[in-house]
């Protein structure tokens, strides 16, 4: 096996480890709907921003979380009113405050005594609002114990994370000024960064499947032209050297999802600054061979570029190299080293999805599905594998693998970079429309296997599959986005619509058209049948 099959080989069950779309803005972490909804304790948790004025200057704003009692808050900015900050004495406000309210915002501590209680007593002290400091750094969702009854509260009640509480008191402790304001801006229903995150999906897919169905359909003549001139010995060496590409089987269908899964265990377990780099480097140099070779797919589709691609020139350690790669590497490697060094300024998800889309195309040209048995086994496990990794795992884990690994909670970095992402352009609480690698390559295999079959077998696109596959995978990754939005932004195993939808529509095509043994046992075949007509070559 080559170094470049060795490479994707590695890198195929890590593409795995996110496979379930998002978006990201502000998340709220910890228990949440552990306790039923009751009246007056009924609200949807929403995230709160607090702009502030430190001595009538604008100072930070602060995202909290609205809390399950209380009424709800103002959508806009404009009718949100600036009022001035108190601090509750005793700080934890269990006991009527010391101090005289006369409609100030109240800001306490947690602990001691219930939500309820501390809103309760703050209310008839004549607060308000309520600003309550969280004892982390995270947002902890507000909820109603069972037993109590005195619900009826006409305050907003909003947790801060620790450091915004920190830095509200040092303000206050300084006898400065400080006024703030509480609102809920709503999320628009569809952001415009879903459906460029769609288009781009759809998109690497096509490229792939077109790509994947040329080099199948090239090499399939250049065997039809040596089984004509008789050559068994000349057929069977090009046959080895054209094939160059990784056949999945039913057996490494299965290992790869084992494999991706402990690789998600793993950065589960080892979260840390640390181990994002180490996939920082990684995903660089499969970004860096992934461009490359598309980039050289691309300039040798030019004539005066061809011919340099066509001349060799030995490299100790490498071999023959082509001039045409010897010019071309060193700007990926600079590319993907830029990346690496500014990730962290707002354009450099630009630079994260040519590499990752690069990444993905060439992936899908070296790792193929042989026929539609495999595609199932295939699939199946990966649909298996979302649903357990999202939901499941909560049951034994406290918390969604998949999700905290893909955030980067508790390694101080954005998230994994296994994943295509484009900033919400306009969503009031900014962040990111997410969609894993996984989401793209696992059905990517089918979708190319439906091209490279139809133009193996002759097949026109009204009577061929791939229209159908392409279509489907489509349409699974917008139910993906509906489901999304319906869940409020909460992370959604994208597998559990798009495959489903993918191996349906193949099976029931399959069936239908009388095709279906022969897709799933035979699939596309090696050579092509005396009765195909394949088209001729254009180079």
Not at 54 to 72: D, I, K, L, M
Not at 282 to 310: D, H, K, N, P
Request: glycine share 8%; hydrophobic share 45%.
């Amino acid at each position: 096996m080559s170094p470049r099959r060795d490479l994707f080989c590695l890198w195929y069950p890590l593409a795995l480890l996110y496979s379930a779309s998002w978006a990201s803005a502000g998340d709220i972490v910890h228990h949440d709907d552990t306790l039923p909804k009751r009246p007056g304790c009924d609200n949807n948790f929403v995230l709160v921003k607090v702009p502030t004025r430190v001595n009538g200057v604008e100072a930070v704003e602060y995202v909290g979380v609205g809390a399950r009692f209380g009424p709800t808050l103002e959508s806009k900015e404009k009718h949100a009113t600036l009022t001035r900050l108190a601090i509750a004495d005793p700080p934890d406000c269990c006991s009527r405050p010391k101090n005289k309210l006369t409609g100030e915002i109240i800001l306490v501590h947690r602990g001691n005594c219930s939500f309820t209680t501390k809103a309760n007593i703050a209310e008839s002290a004549g607060a308000s609002a309520m600003l309550i400091i969280n004892n982390s750094t995270e947002l902890f969702k507000m909820v109603c114990e069972d037993n109590e009854t005195n619900l009826d509260i006409h305050i907003p009640v909003v947790m801060l994370p620790f450091d915004a509480g920190r830095n509200l008191k040092s303000y206050m402790n300084n006898n400065d000024s400080v006024t703030l304001q509480l609102y809920s801006p709503k999320r628009p229903a569809v952001d415009v960064a879903e459906v460029f995150l769609w288009l781009m999906a759809v998109g690497t897919i096509l490229c792939a499947s077109y790509w994947s169905a040329w080099t199948a359909r090239e090499a399939a003549i250049e065997q039809d032209k040596l089984l004509k001139d008789g050559s068994d010995e000349l057929l069977q060496s090009a046959t080895t050297s054209s094939r160059g590409v990784v056949d999945v089987t039913v057996i490494s269908a299965i290992l790869f999802v084992v494999v991706a899964s402990g690789f998600l265990i793993m950065l589960y377990k080892l979260m840390s600054f640390w181990f994002i780099e180490v996939l920082v480097v990684l995903f660089c140099i499969g970004g860096v061979e992934g461009l490359q070779t598309c980039l050289i797919a691309l300039l040798s589709c030019l004539r005066w570029f061809r011919r340099i691609g066509e001349s060799y020139v030995k490299v100790p350690l490498l071999g023959a190299v082509s001039y045409l790669t010897l010019a071309v590497c060193p700007f990926c490697i600079t590319f993907a080293v830029v990346w690496a060094v500014y990730r962290d300024v707002s354009f450099a998800w630009i630079g994260q999805d040519i590499l990752g889309i690069s990444l993905i195309i060439t992936v899908l040209q070296i790792v193929r599905v042989p026929n539609l048995k495999v595609g199932f086994v295939l699939l199946s496990c990966a649909f298996m594998y979302d649903i357990f990794w999202v939901f499941v795992s909560k049951w034994w884990f406290r918390e969604s693998v998949m999700i905290v690994v893909a955030r980067g909670d508790r390694s101080g970095e954005d998230g994994i970079p296994m994943l295509l992402k484009i900033p919400r352009m306009f969503d009031p609480w900014g962040g990111y429309s997410i969609i894993g690698f996984g989401d793209i390559i696992l059905p990517g295999l089918l979708v190319t296997f439906a091209l490279r079959y139809d133009w193996l077998a002759n097949k026109s696109l009204k009577s061929g599959y791939f229209v159908g596959a392409m279509t489907a995978y489509g349409f699974g990754l917008l139910v993906t986005y509906v489901a999304l939005n319906l869940m409020d932004g909460h992370g959604q195993p994208a597998l559990l619509y798009i495959v489903p939808f993918t191996l349906g529509t193949l099976i029931l095509l399959g069936h239908k058209r009388g095709d279906l043994k022969t897709l799933w046992t035979i699939g596309e075949p090696d050579r092509p049948c005396p009765h195909v007509r394949l088209q001729p070559s254009q180079s």
